[in-house]
């Protein structure tokens, strides 16, 4: 573990719960591999208390702070500016302290994209088929827009939510059409799907044996479909492994844990972020023998 001393600067998490984060992790082993004087800390903060703690993060000089479930919305109107992008999600995952006060963005939109980008195909014919319409379907959305897709489907439950996720993109200038659908209407959808994206938490580890998408259904996915599963963890999910009985490629969500961390450090440190110490720490935390 680096030295702490008197001049040590402070970066960390703010959420309720935050014990479960793995960014300390990632981003300690970050610093240290960097050898620069910085601590990332997880800053426990109910929502009752969010105000004066961000007052108090002024008062002490904090230089950023990543913001995990259930703050990432309420922290916006107590912040000086939001980027274009985190206006776009509805949310806010980082924090930088400026001259002129907070700044937020939000680094999930590029960690969702980063393996995708890394595939260097045209975006602009995908069809899109995105479960769940919570948090990180926000940051989807945005980033197929950023890669080219023009068409987002978008699956969930609740026929009330799924329409005010649709109505909620209608005074964005997203060049994207969103079209909403009911579950029962996946075994038409999925044999059409280019990129299907599971956003739901179906099939983490307190649900192992569950997939958001019923075997028969999933039978029906292309062989050159991508499925890409926000879950990281277990990896493959439930999900990955039927994908992968068809021949389709599959990205589990551990590149966008490690890319939206990588975005985050940068900012605050203005350096490049060592990624592939990030993604070795995550790998051994989730292995169960972190360094
Ligand atoms: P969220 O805001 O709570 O949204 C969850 C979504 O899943 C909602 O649409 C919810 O619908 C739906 N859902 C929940 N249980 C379901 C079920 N049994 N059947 C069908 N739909 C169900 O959560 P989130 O922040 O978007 O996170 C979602 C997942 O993405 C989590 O697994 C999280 O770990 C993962 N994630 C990963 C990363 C990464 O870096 N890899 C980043 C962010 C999130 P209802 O509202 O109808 O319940």
């Known amino acids: 573990m680096q030295l702490i001393t008197g001049t040590t600067k402070l970066l960390g998490v703010i959420g309720?719960?935050?014990?479960?984060?793995?960014?300390?992790?990632?981003?300690?082993?970050?610093?240290?591999?960097?050898?620069?004087?910085?601590?990332?800390?997880?800053?426990?903060?109910k929502p009752k208390d969010l105000a004066v703690a961000i007052a108090g993060f002024e008062a002490i000089g904090l230089v950023g702070f990543n913001i995990t479930i259930p703050h990432k919305q309420a922290i916006m109107p107590l912040l000086s500016e939001?980027?274009?992008?985190?206006?776009?999600?509805g949310a806010?995952?980082?924090?930088?302290?400026t001259d002129n006060g907070w700044w937020g963005t939000n680094t999930d939109v590029a960690g969702f994209i980063s393996p995708l980008q890394a595939l260097k195909r045209d975006w602009s014919q995908t069809k899109v088929v995105i479960l769940?319409?919570?948090g990180a379907a926000r940051a989807v959305v945005v980033g197929c827009a950023q890669l080219g897709c023009t068409e987002i489907n978008v699956i969930g439950r609740s026929p009330?939510?799924?329409?005010?996720?649709?109505?909620?993109?209608?005074?964005?200038?997203?060049?994207?059409?969103i079209n909403i659908h009911q579950p029962q209407q996946l075994p038409k959808l999925i044999p059409q799907a280019d990129l299907l994206v599971n956003t739901t938490p179906v099939g983490m580890y307190s649900d192992l044996d569950q997939s958001p998408v019923d075997g028969a259904t999933m039978q029906r996915l292309?062989?050159?479909?991508?499925?890409?599963?926000?879950?990281y963890t277990p990896?493959?999910?439930?999900?990955?492994?039927?994908?992968?009985?068809?021949?389709?490629?599959?990205?589990?969500?551990?590149?966008?844990l490690v890319q939206q961390g990588a975005a985050a450090l940068e900012i605050w440190l203005g350096?490049?972020?060592?990624?592939?110490?990030?993604?070795?720490?995550?790998?051994?935390?989730?292995?169960?023998?972190?360094?």
Do not use: C
């Open 160 to 177: 009330q939510k799924l329409s005010q996720f649709q109505q909620s993109w209608e005074n964005t200038a997203l060049p994207v059409s």
């Open 82 to 89: 939001i980027s274009d992008i985190a206006q776009g999600v």
């Open 235 to 256: 990896s493959p999910t439930k999900f990955l492994q039927q994908a992968q009985q068809q021949g389709a490629f599959t990205l589990d969500g551990l590149e966008m």
């Open 222 to 231: 292309s062989a050159k479909a991508i499925a890409y599963d926000l879950i």
């Open 16 to 45: 309720d719960p935050v014990e479960h984060s793995l960014s300390p992790v990632m981003h300690n082993r970050a610093i240290a591999s960097l050898g620069i004087d910085y601590v990332y800390l997880p800053l426990p903060i």
């Open 271 to 291: 350096q490049t972020p060592p990624v592939d110490i990030m993604r070795q720490s995550l790998q051994e935390q989730l292995q169960g023998n972190g360094k």
């Open 132 to 134: 769940g319409y919570g």
């Open 92 to 97: 806010v995952n980082t924090v930088h302290r």
